[in-house]
């Protein structure tokens, strides 16, 4: 029979409304978190990062909220333009044995509409 | 620095066919990872090296894949022998170990085994 693929969980927003893209993570040992930008045909790409003794950090019009307490991270795009259209993942970050050794969520698809 | 180099883009291969994927990691990075992505499981590790030496293997799915680093500048992936189920992108990705942010992506091989 046919195989049948996870859809996505997707987010739809207009040019220059504010996007915000959330994720859970698993692992309460996890120190440091990732988001990263995926577009079609290319690799994730580094947008922001942050470590876990901290709960924000801001980058150009991004900024990343970590809760410690539900192990919940989110990513806010402010001003969203049809360029930040991509599937966007989050990494959580455990040290091991001196390696960072990022796992990533299954990813938002966020689309932008001019 | 032209980032992490992968070859080749594009993969189509017969079942049964040895595929062998390429990796230049970018210079001065110290870890190495192999990733494979697929909307039914996202991006999974498959395999990551420290020094040129593999750390850990345990998400390789079978004895068909098998991966080695001759040297700090290049890496293979190989499957012997493909199945159709092996189709998906696969990413390298390179870090220094001690900076967790430097973590870098390839542009993926997308490999298709018909």
């Known amino acids: 029979g046919e195989s049948v693929g996870l859809h996505l969980p997707t987010l739809s927003v207009q040019e220059g409304d504010n996007s915000i893209i959330n994720c859970a993570y698993s692992?309460?040992?996890?120190?440091?978190f990732i988001w990263y930008k995926q577009e079609s045909g290319k690799g994730p790409q580094f947008i922001i990062d942050?470590?876990?003794?901290?709960d924000k950090r801001q980058g150009q019009r991004v900024t990343v909220l970590l809760n410690k307490t539900v192990k919940h991270l989110s990513l806010q795009i402010a001003a969203t333009q049809p360029g930040d259209s991509a599937v966007y993942f989050c990494?959580?970050?455990?040290?091991?044995?001196?390696?960072?050794?990022?796992?990533f969520g299954r990813g938002t698809s966020l689309i932008v509409h001019p | 620095d032209a980032g992490v180099i992968q070859s080749p883009r594009h993969e189509v291969t017969e079942m049964g066919q040895e595929v062998t994927l390429r990796c230049k990691p970018i210079?001065?990075?110290?870890?190495l990872f192999w990733y494979r992505q697929t909307m039914m499981r996202g991006l999974e590790l498959l395999i990551y090296?420290?020094?040129?030496?593999?750390?850990?293997d345990s998400g390789m799915p079978e004895d068909r894949f098998s991966a080695k680093m001759p040297n700090a500048s290049f890496s293979t992936l190989k499957i012997q022998p493909s199945e159709p189920r092996d189709s998906a992108v696969y990413f390298c990705?390179?870090?220094?170990?001690?900076?967790?942010?430097?973590?870098?992506f390839g542009s993926g091989t997308r490999l298709t085994v018909v």
């Open positions: 990705a390179s870090s220094h170990r001690d900076r967790e942010h430097g973590y870098t």
């Open positions: 692992n309460s040992a996890s120190d440091y």
């Open positions: 942050i470590r876990s003794n901290m």
């Open positions: 990494a959580e970050i455990l040290s091991s044995g001196g390696s960072y050794i990022p796992t």
């Open positions: 210079s001065g990075h110290n870890s």
């Open positions: 090296f420290n020094n040129n030496v593999p750390i850990d």
